[in-house]
């Protein structure tokens, strides 16, 4: 089991363009949270998304974010328009239930130029 | 609205000496708390978690109500503890994790 795979690692946009970070789970885990890291700041729940389904999305920005999860491929997260304040590390967890341990991705770092 | 507070950004002790790093919590239901570390290049991981009452590569936690306290602990450090130290609290039933905005732990000879 590779382990939860984020891609790309590192990902340059500039002001006004889309990101699109991609997430998959490992095997046989079908919950999917969504963190992002500012600098010098802890990582902040952004979304919990179950197979085709968004759980609680709570944590994210009203506009010009969004997840998806389907059933195939790999969970997404988007965001349209970047701006400099996007910059940040976008880190994904899986977990086969919601009770059960979430195991991280190394995340992706985003950086807006 | 629950919060996980780590007072130190740095942490350095020497090799052998105790380790005690710091996390106070505020939350108005039953937390359950966990300690996650993330070593140089390496992804998040899962340290330990309250519920479980383990020791784990030494370390321990102990969840104190009274002071809304889970400060994490090891007897002697070692160098290969070097690493960033996060505090997490999970709430309510999304299993979502707020995180503590971590401490690093630097162990030197």
């Known amino acids: 089991n590779a382990g939860v795979m984020q891609n790309p690692r590192h990902l340059v946009r500039r002001r006004g363009q889309e990101a699109r970070l991609r997430c998959s789970p490992m095997?046989?885990?079908?919950?999917v949270y969504w963190y992002r890291q500012l600098p010098e700041e802890g990582l902040k729940f952004m979304v919990y998304?179950?197979?085709?389904?968004?759980?609680?999305e709570s944590g994210m920005p009203k506009e010009r974010f969004s997840a998806e999860f389907p059933k195939e491929g790999p969970s997404i997260l988007r965001i349209q328009q970047v701006v400099r304040g996007d910059s940040a590390a976008y880190f994904c967890?899986?977990?086969?239930?919601?009770?059960?341990?979430?195991?991280f991705g190394q995340g992706t770092r985003l950086t807006v130029v | 609205a629950q919060r996980v507070t780590q007072p130190e950004k740095l942490l350095s002790v020497f090799k052998g000496a105790p380790v005690e790093l710091k996390c106070n919590y505020s939350?108005?239901?039953?937390?359950?708390l966990f300690w996650y570390v993330q070593y140089s290049r390496q992804r998040l991981q899962l340290l330990l978690r309250h519920i479980s009452r383990e020791s784990i590569k030494g370390f321990t936690a102990d969840l104190n109500k009274g002071e809304t306290s889970f400060h994490l602990k090891k007897p002697f450090a070692q160098e290969e503890d070097s690493a960033m130290y996060y505090c997490a609290l999970m709430s309510g039933t999304a299993s979502k994790l707020t995180f503590g905005t971590g401490t690093r732990l630097q162990v030197t000879l």
């Open positions: 998304l179950q197979k085709e389904n968004i759980i609680d």
């Open positions: 967890a899986s977990s086969p239930s919601r009770e059960k341990e979430a195991f």
């Open positions: 939350y108005s239901g039953s937390p359950e």
């Open positions: 095997k046989g885990h079908s919950h």
